[in-house]
DNA sequence: ATTAGCCAACGTCAGCTTAG
DNA sequence: CTAAGCTGACGTTGGCTAAT
């Protein structure tokens, strides 16, 4: 039973708490402390033995039955060999040939979510939908001509004399429209600044989350972001032109083209986000962790504490 | 001051999964 | 079936630290 846990688990995740452990393992002196906690599931009790230092590292843990990805060393192992055979082949295999190779292990939100729905105690990666519910103006009520992106990631479109700041989701939702990247500008709600549409008549002054004007001007197809103090072209950025004279095959390669970059963005966001919960996994593997160290120790105590009693009635 | 090594974060690609 | 999303893998970059 005391093997069970600490053998299956990941290497360096086991390092990881076992300095941790050490410190700890002084402090407990008696198995039977007042800072034990029964951790209750459908499935499972667990004894955790709580120092003070250590309350912390307790919360979010994973309390699962079998199915954790920590208990199921085949999938690493295969893994595991796939490349140390490739390391072992002397002439390096190129980096196609090894992608092929390389078995794809199965994805660890997919795992924390079956663990979730076993187990109550288990927390969820939630999909994040605050976004969405924040009151942008729907593209249904009034669908904007463009759509603006700052230096820092927040899109704005202009639409009805006004910027409105818009949602990842909602720039999704305005297929077609056309997206303009604003380079080293300021944002839109705090500071103030002229864009300009050189090939067509449109210039706003954005302000506050206001458009104050717009005017014609030139006829080059880019647009240029100007300090309002100034009146000078702080960086010529890149954008589609809404309407300019283009053959049919430019307008194509350009579509392809925005199209990429639309998707290269989106891929960038999920890429962060990916990150962010694969951390937080991780994070809650290393609390599990640490809870079955204090669970495994807890009961090699009780265990001897049970011989001591049942050597000394045999005597 | 410079260099090397390490690490974390990032962007991109490719392949798998899922929703419609 | 297809488009979109998710994520492992890979390469790059910048910051930090220790050694020179």
């Keep these: 039973m005391d093997t069970s846990v600490s053998s299956q688990l990941d290497s360096s995740l086991n390092d990881s708490v076992t300095d941790g452990e050490k410190d700890h393992r002084e402090a407990n002196a008696s198995p039977a402390a007042s800072n034990q906690v029964l951790l209750q599931t459908e499935s499972e009790v667990a004894v955790v033995q709580l120092s ?29 060999a796939t490349v140390a055979e490739l390391e ?15 078995t794809r292990r199965p994805s660890y939100r997919k795992i924390l979510n079956e663990l979730s729905s076993d187990s109550p105690a288990v927390p969820k990666i939630e999909e994040e939908k605050a976004e969405d519910d924040t009151p942008v103006s729907s593209p249904t009520e009034s669908v904007p001509n463009s759509i603006y992106q700052t230096s820092t990631g927040q899109y704005i479109a202009i639409a009805q004399g006004r910027a409105i700041p818009l949602t990842s989701s909602t720039v999704e939702a305005l297929q077609g429209a056309q997206t303009l990247t604003v380079t080293g500008s300021p944002t839109p709600q705090t500071g103030a600044a002229i864009l300009q549409a050189a090939d067509s008549p449109h210039q ?20 240029q972001l100007r300090s309002p103090n100034s009146g000078l072209a702080q960086s010529i ?17 350009e579509e392809i083209t925005r199209k990429r970059e ?35 120790k807890t009961l090699i105590e009780e265990l001897k504490a ?9 005597e």
Excluded: W
């Design 52 to 80: 003070d230092s250590q309350t912390s590292s307790v919360q979010g843990v994973i309390q699962a039955p079998q199915t954790s990805v920590i208990q199921s060393p085949q999938v690493q192992t295969v893994q595991i």
């Design 88 to 102: 072992d082949d002397g002439s390096v295999a190129d980096t196609q040939k090894r992608r092929e190779l390389l």
């Design 204 to 223: 706003f002054f954005v302000q506050g989350g206001q458009v104050l004007f717009q005017a014609a001007t030139g006829d080059i197809p880019a647009y």
């Design 237 to 253: 950025v890149m954008a589609a032109s809404p309407s300019s004279m283009q053959s049919p095959s430019s307008q194509h390669a």
């Design 262 to 296: 639309v998707r290269l963005m989106k891929n960038r966001e999920a890429a962060r986000e990916c990150r962010r919960k694969k951390k937080e996994y991780v994070k809650c593997l290393e609390n599990r962790v640490a809870v079955l160290e204090n669970q495994n």
């Design 306 to 314: 049970l011989k001591d009693i049942y050597c000394h009635k045999a």
